[in-house]
């Protein structure tokens, strides 16, 4: 997957994981999180968005726990069902990364909510 695959898998990923005010400043994708509170201190739209596909820690913060809880709710019975699911899917991924590996399960998973 290419760079720009990355920002647009990222800013995908971003927008259902609760984040909004999402903006490109330069290169780059801002937002604001889902748990972020007005400090008064700066502007925080302008935080850049998590790189999900570079970071398994991001992914495990932001979106895994969604995504289990997404998928237990809809289709299965269990969390521990759930949690097989998108792992049975992660391991299926053939990209360069973990991460990016990851993000393309979910996006699957997102996928298919539509």
Known sequence: MDTE?????????????????????????????????ASGYG???DEPLPNF??????CFKWLVPKIITNL????LSTTLEAQ?????????????SYATDL?????KLVNAEA
């Open 53 to 58: 596909t570079e970071s398994l820690d991001t």
């Open 72 to 75: 237990a709710d809809i289709d």
């Open 84 to 96: 097989h699911k998108l792992f049975q899917l992660w391991v299926l991924q053939d990209a360069e």
């Open 5 to 37: 695959g990355k920002l647009v898998l990222n800013k995908k990923l971003a927008e259902w994981a609760g984040f909004t005010k999402i903006k490109k400043l330069g290169s780059a994708w801002c937002g604001l999180s889902p748990t972020a509170k």
């Open 103 to 107: 993000c393309l399960a979910i996006e």
């Open 43 to 45: 502007n925080l739209e």
